[in-house]
Structures are given as structure tokens and as C-alpha cells.
């Protein structure tokens, strides 16, 4: 929905994905995105919350804190996984394009070796600003926007520190992370997907984006929030209970 031409309501999108590829297409790039969400995802959440127990932040509650380390947590990740990233978004999209002029990678490592090979290294950081500046604001919005929701509904509705806070924070979080980091997500994923030549710069990228009016950016934002809502909710519950029933254990514990 983000790259295509012509307005296409969601459901209309799903038939054409159907009728293309049959329900195995929506998997298409699944590797790429696996890798990446064991490189990007797994670096921001440590240094995150490696992060938040710094000496210096210790007795800090503010959010803007939580931000600054979401932010450099989210940025870092991102250069990271980048090359997955731009794998995965044209993994996604190639079906859409004529039988010659699709890229057809076997995989995520045969798409790493032609890549760099057909069209030159660099090519695996396309759209690296949008991507960068997405990871940013989108790591603000789960990371720090749910540690203070969580915080918020602990102490002004006494909630317990339980599966039913993480649940409802998780939601919450989904939903604003989703709203906020929609322009940059479909900025992104016009500039990986696109030829070498067809976005000199973010701005032609951005110009591009708003092709469809001021709702461009926000193209695809309904199945967006279908996606991180049940990701975002397992994402945390799953990490809350690993952190209260495992714990932490000390670097210079034996």
C-alpha cells in the first residue's frame, strides 16, 4: 500500500497479493525480516534499557531521558539492520512488478551477494536518512512512550505490575508509536524499494510520498496498527515476564 501507484484500499491490496502469490505471499521477505529483528531489534532493546540504569540517570523520571536513550538506542539499531531492511522491502514488493523486471532473490543471503554485486554497496543503505530518522522517533514511541505509560497507569490508577498493565501499556504504545512513525515508515520504504536514480534526494522521496495528498504519509496506517498492535503486545508481555521471572544477573556474578 505504501509504494503502489494507484489507490488501493486494503482489502483490494489483499486479493491482489492473493491472486499473485497466493497466501505465502504475505511472508515474502520473511528471512530478511527475521535477521533484522535479531540484529536491530535485540541491539536497541539492550542498549536501551542498559541505558536507563546509567549512574547518571539513576534518579531521573523524566521522558525526555527515556527519548534521548530510545533515540540513540533506535538510531544505532538501525544502521545495523539496514541491509535487511532494504532485503525485506523488496522482497515484499517484488510481486508486483513484470516478470522481467522482478529482482527474484532465493534469499536473504543471495540478496546480500547481488546487491552490492548489480547495482554497488551503497545500495544497501537506500533510504538510510528516512530509515534513521524513523528508528528514532519509532524507538521513542515503543520504548519510552510504553515505560511511561506503564509508569502513568502504575501510579495514577495503582495497577498492578502485572500481564494486565503490560497489556493495556502495549496497546496504547501501538497505537501512538504506529501514528507517529507512519510517515517516516512509508518514506523509508519508497526510497529502498525505488531504482537507483529515482529519488536523488529525501526531498524528491518526500514529494514522491505526497503524491496522494496530505494523507500519503499515512498510507497503510490501518494495516500498520493490525500488525504492531499484536506484535507490540507479545513483544512486551513475553520481555516483562522474562524480566520479573528471570531477573537480572549481575555481570560480576559468578
Known sequence: MQ??????????????????????????????????????????FSLYENGKHLEILQNSNSIFDKIYIASFAGIVGSLVGLPMDVINVRMQNDMKYAGNLRRNYKSVMDA???????????????????AVLKAAIGNSAQLAVYDQVKSEL??????????????????????????????????????MNAPPTQFPTVFHAIKYMMRFGYLGPYRGLVPTIARKAPATISLFIIYEQLRLNLGYIPLDSK
Open 3 to 44: 509504494t503502489q501507484k494507484k489507490k488501493k484500499s486494503m482489502l483490494k491490496t489483499t486479493v491482489k497479493v492473493i491472486r499473485l502469490r497466493g497466501f505465502l505471499g504475505f511472508y515474502d521477505g520473511f528471512t530478511a525480516a527475521a535477521l533484522r529483528q535479531l540484529t536491530c531489534s535485540s541491539l536497541r
Open 112 to 130: 546480500l551477494i547481488r546487491i552490492p554485486k548489480e547495482e554497488g554497496w551503497m545500495t544497501l543503505y537506500s533510504g538510510g536518512i528516512a
Open 154 to 191: 502504575h501510579h495514577r490508577f495503582m495497577l498492578e505490575d502485572d500481564v494486565h498493565l503490560h497489556f493495556k501499556s502495549s496497546l496504547i504504545t501501538s497505537i501512538i508509536e504506529s501514528i507517529i512513525s507512519q510517515p517516516f515508515d512509508v518514506l523509508k520504504t519508497l526510497m
